[in-house]
């Protein structure tokens, strides 16, 4: 069953005091760090010459300062070959063996260091810090056939120098791994690949490490040395990650090539000759700048997965139909506008992937094709072709550039000239306002609102993806549409549309799909914003919703046809005067989990189509039966179905119920389609299932369609249990979430699962002995109003205290429970959702520390101000430095530096609040500012002096204006209470 809920997958914070990381086989045996040196405590010699030689040559080309990025884990998602075996290297931590510590003790951590502490040449190890960790043995990269020295930067340069060290053990290498990040390293290893006559599988390949930004290092390699073609026995290459321009042709010189990965180069073409390479099976071109493929391809009669994706190809050679043994053909992300009629021949074919093209219509030969799986979705299939582009606007004709305003958080108005203007709200939002949308300059407003059932509309199988965003006044009218765009979160496999409120009726927007600008100042995590835009005329509350996906047409007399994008199976044939007046049809189509279904409805045999919502303007009956084809539940053939168990159900969206209309309909199946004809349109949904089917299952199965499995989260603050973070979070969200939140809270394990709609209204209450203030906007009635929304924040952070009277530690619970039912949810949903015990959620467990012997310790806790400095040397009150937090934006990692923290903190607290800029300057200045609090007078000097540091003096004169005025006051104060005469006289008796 489909969730749309967004996948975010947490980054655990690096350690900076942890000890590195050895790599060394899985097999511990291998190495023990206990062993003993040979008699007299001396290494081998020929052991250290080689070490020592190694040294030497990895000392002139690796210059580059150690991260942690320069350490290979699993964790960075990059993936492995298909050949390597990645059991062979663990990572643990260890300390160097105790016999090299004294060849090392005087060498600087920054330097490379080699050193031996085997009795035999074929244990030594070579010990490099930074960028390698403490200890790698040679045995850990040479392992029988096998050398990786794509573990550590600049391993390539080792190559030349193994060869002429160790060539007996190189020249029977079968497997080699190289990274291509370092040119002089990289050039001299080709030199020696001559001579590797054994190899079969060879991997050249960037992107094996991370620069201090965290983005990947680009392979260097351009081309291959002819002399390659002499490893008559390779059969795997890959080149990926690197700056090859064109094929090397001595890689047709390869006899047994069999699989060649090219992915993301810079190949603008394919050789004419590349049929030369017979041998290959697997082609890899992914992320190239393909525009076209030649039709020698075709001549590559062996080859069985082709993957030509995210490339610019417009069309496809009709020879690629000559492919006979193809099994995956990958076309993704292309500018396809048509497939050749050829690629009916491809008998083998059994996966074509050619989503987010151009395609408006599928070939029919490809339908002949039984096995095969097409993903089509991001294709216009079935709409009319656009018209022809517009003509280059003449130079006269060029739209002037309008000015652009990047607002603050605080600035929650603006003005706009008839110049018009680019308007950047904080958290990503964009609005443009063409020249000439006003006459006079104009106030306009902006307000992002809590997302609220009041404020928010959804339809059948919707999700919320942004918080309402209110845009004032709403009564104004422009002279031309002014883009609103509104960032959301990521869809999976939905449509994204902007919903509007005219303080009266919710209605969708035309939505274009687009990224942010680059340089907009607010974007979250430093990356443009995905945005929704649509244009308007005038103001009013917009939101971002996901729906599933809607493929519409028009229907004239003449008839139409109708294919779904998300699952082409699904088609609708409208024929000739099957209506006298055109009506615009749309069309969706959910998935449903089969193994859902099972449990739901107690029958391990049952399988269901796609459910298919049908709709019509106007509404009215069809004059001719509409023929609607759908796929087979899968797992059922038309060789094998058992018709007696084969059942249709219609559904009626507004009373929310199934009718069994098999008997009612003409229904025949075909080898993979199921073909009925209709003439009203609904809800409809093919059921397989050897049990009696009975619509009350049905209903309990679209139920959960609409139901999203969740889990709490109750987390005190471990620098002050009073504080407490509340969250509801959908079931695959939590485990990431709990990990980043570790290192700031305690708490209990998330609650168990909980089925909740989305919109749905809950309530957390504190209870035996735990109290918190009812003076929140969301208390009612003592308890805190939550309403879940998937894609959204389901958080609150808020202060408890115990309850009068109560002494020592004290242990409560916070309990969720149900709002009031939805209205729309049908009588036996709700039914159901009625009374005390099922109004309950979840309980989990808290506990406070005792008072102090004040008992005032949470008073104190929750009321001390966080205020600096002093009123005779300058003092910023808490309110001073929000307002200060407010105008940062994007300069708060210079100026959290030239304030003191480390970058350890940055990284930090950028991770914590990663998706809020605004949280995120706030948090950094209060850490510091807390850090403040026992340092004396001096304080906002050091403020001041860090903005200057950081090229913000307009921030540094407001702090001085806050101080000056602040000790104006503060003088005045004292003149009236007659204390500046003792003050002056004090001072002059001190001096």
């Known amino acids: 069953m489909e969730r749309s809920s967004e996948e975010e997958a947490a980054v655990d914070e690096e350690d900076g005091e942890q000890a590195p990381n050895r790599i060394m086989r899985s097999d511990e045996s291998a190495w023990n760090p206990g062993r003993k040196t040979p008699k007299g405590g001396l290494s081998d010699p020929s052991t250290d010459t080689l070490t020592l030689r190694l040294w030497k040559l990895l000392q002139d080309k690796c210059e580059m300062k150690p991260t942690p990025n320069d350490m290979i884990s699993e964790d960075r998602g990059e993936a492995l070959e298909p050949d390597r075996d990645d059991s062979s290297l663990t990572l643990s931590v260890s300390p160097l063996p105790s016999s090299s510590s004294s060849s090392t003790t005087s060498c600087s951590n920054h330097q490379k260091k080699f050193s031996s502490s085997s009795s035999t040449s074929s244990s030594s190890f070579l010990s490099l810090s930074p960028p390698l960790p403490p200890s790698v043995e040679l045995s850990a990269v040479l392992t029988g056939t096998r050398l990786t020295l794509d573990v550590y930067k600049c391993g390539a340069s080792a190559l030349p120098l193994l060869w002429r060290s160790v060539p007996e053990q190189l020249k029977g290498l079968q497997y080699l791994r190289l990274g291509s990040e370092d040119k002089p390293g990289l050039d001299g290893a080709l030199d020696v690949l001559p001579y590797l006559t054994k190899l079969c599988s060879l991997s050249i390949r960037g992107h094996r490490f991370y620069n201090t930004e965290g983005d990947p290092l680009p392979g260097l390699l351009t081309t291959l040395p002819s002399s390659i073609s002499s490893l008559s026995l390779l059969v795997d290459l890959d080149l990926s990650f690197n700056q090859l321009t064109s094929l090397p042709p001595c890689l047709f010189s390869l006899p047994v090539l069999s699989t060649l990965l090219l992915c993301h180069n810079h190949l603008s073409a394919l050789p004419s000759d590349i049929d030369q390479m017979a041998s ?179 339809e059948e199988h ?196 199934w009718t069994d209309i098999t008997s009612q309909v003409s229904l025949y199946v075909t080898q993979l389609y199921a073909i009925f004809y209709i003439t009203h349109f609904s809800w409809y949904w093919l059921w397989y299932t050897t049990q009696r089917c009975v619509s009350g299952v049905v209903r309990k199965v679209y139920q959960r369609l609409k139901q999203f499995k969740v889990q709490f989260l109750v987390l005190q603050r471990k620098t002050d249990p009073s504080q407490v973070l509340l969250q509801c979070l959908p079931a695959n969200k939590v485990e990431g979430q709990v990990q980043s939140l570790l290192e700031q809270y305690d708490g209990p394990q998330p609650s168990d699962f909980c089925d909740l709609l989305e919109g749905e209204q809950f309530f957390a209450g504190f209870e035996r002995g735990l109290d ?200 005045e104060s004292l003149r009236r209470v007659g204390l500046e005469a003792e003050s002056s006289s004090l001072s002059e008796t001190q001096q």
Not at 375 to 385: E, I, S
Not at 399 to 411: A, D, K, S, T, V
Not at 431 to 439: E, R
Not at 631 to 639: A, E, K
């Open 462 to 657: 919707d999700i919320l993806l942004s918080c309402p965003l209110e845009l004032r006044p709403h009564g104004i009218t422009f002279l031309k549409p002014v883009e609103v765009c509104v960032p959301y979160r990521r869809r999976k496999k939905r449509e994204v549309i902007i919903r509007k409120f005219d303080g009266h009726s919710w209605s969708s927007l035309p939505t274009v799909l687009r990224r942010g600008s680059p340089n907009h100042s607010s974007h979250p995590r430093g990356r443009p914003a995905r945005l929704a835009c649509c244009s308007v005329s005038q103001f009013s509350w917009f939101m971002a919703v996901s729906c599933p996906v809607k493929d519409t047409c028009s229907v004239t007399p003449a008839g139409a046809l109708l294919v779904s994008s998300s699952d082409p199976g699904v088609k609708l044939h409208f024929p000739p005067n099957s209506t006298v007046q055109v009506r615009t049809i749309t069309l969706q189509v959910l998935q449903v989990s089969e193994s859902e279904v099972q449990t739901l409805c107690g029958d391990p045999q049952a399988r269901v189509s796609p459910l298919l919502c049908l709709s019509q303007t106007p509404s009215m009956h069809f004059l001719q039966p509409i023929k609607v084809q759908i796929p087979l539940p899968s797992g059922v053939t038309g060789h094998s179905v058992d018709e007696s168990c084969l059942h249709l159900f219609h559904g009626d969206p507004a009373a929310q119920t």
């Open 280 to 458: 290959l099976t697997y082609l890899s071109l992914m992320g190239n700048q393909l525009d076209s493929l030649p039709p020698s391809l075709g001549q590559l009669k062996a080859l069985q997965r082709l993957d030509v994706s995210y490339n610019l190809l417009q069309q496809l050679p009709d020879e690629i139909g000559s492919l006979g043994k193809l099994v995956t053909l990958e076309l993704s992300h292309n500018k396809l506008k048509q497939l050749p009629e050829t690629m009916g021949s491809l008998l083998s074919l059994r996966e074509l992937i050619i989503y987010s093209n151009d395609l408006r219509l599928i070939p029919d030969s490809l339908n002949t094709l039984p096995l095969l799986k097409i993903n089509v979705r991001d294709n216009p299939l079935g709409r009319p072709p656009t018209p022809p582009p517009l003509p280059p606007p003449t130079p006269a004709q060029e739209i002037p550039r309008i000015p652009e305003l990047h607002l603050r958080f605080n600035q929650h108005s603006f003005c706009v000239s008839s110049a018009g203007c680019h308007v950047f709200i904080p958290g990503g939002a964009e609005l443009i306002f063409p020249p000439g949308c006003l006459v006079t300059p104009t106030r306009l407003q902006w307000m992002e609102k809590r997302p609220d059932r009041k404020w928010v509309w959804l």
């Open 772 to 971: 918190i203030s009812a003076d929140r906007p969301d208390c009612v009635g003592g308890r805190l109003c939550f309403v879940f929304y998937s894609s959204l924040k389901n958080l609150k952070e808020v202060y408890i205290s115990p309850e009068e009277g109560q002494k020592g530690p004290v242990r409560g619970q916070v309990s969720f429970y149900r709002g009031e039912v939805p209205e729309n949810l049908p009588e036996e949903v709700a039914r159901k959702r009625k009374g005390h015990d099922n109004q309950w959620l979840a309980t989990l467990p808290l506990k406070l520390p005792a008072l102090n012997s004040e008992k005032n310790y949470i008073r104190e806790e929750l009321h001390c101000p966080l205020n600096l400095g002093d009123p005779e040397s300058g003092y910023l009150t808490e309110a001073n430095l929000l307002s200060i937090s407010l105008q940062i934006g994007e300069d708060w990692r210079v100026i959290g530096l030239n304030l003191g923290l480390s970058y350890e903190d940055l990284a930090r607290l950028k991770y914590k609040n990663r998706d809020d800029l605004g949280a995120l300057v706030l948090d950094m200045l209060f850490h510091w500012a807390r850090g403040q609090r026992d340092a004396g007078s001096g304080s906002v000097s050091r403020l001041v002096a860090a903005m200057k540091d950081s090229g913000r003096t307009d921030l540094a004169e407001e702090i001085e204006d806050i101080v000056s005025i602040g000790r104006t006051k503060y003088e």
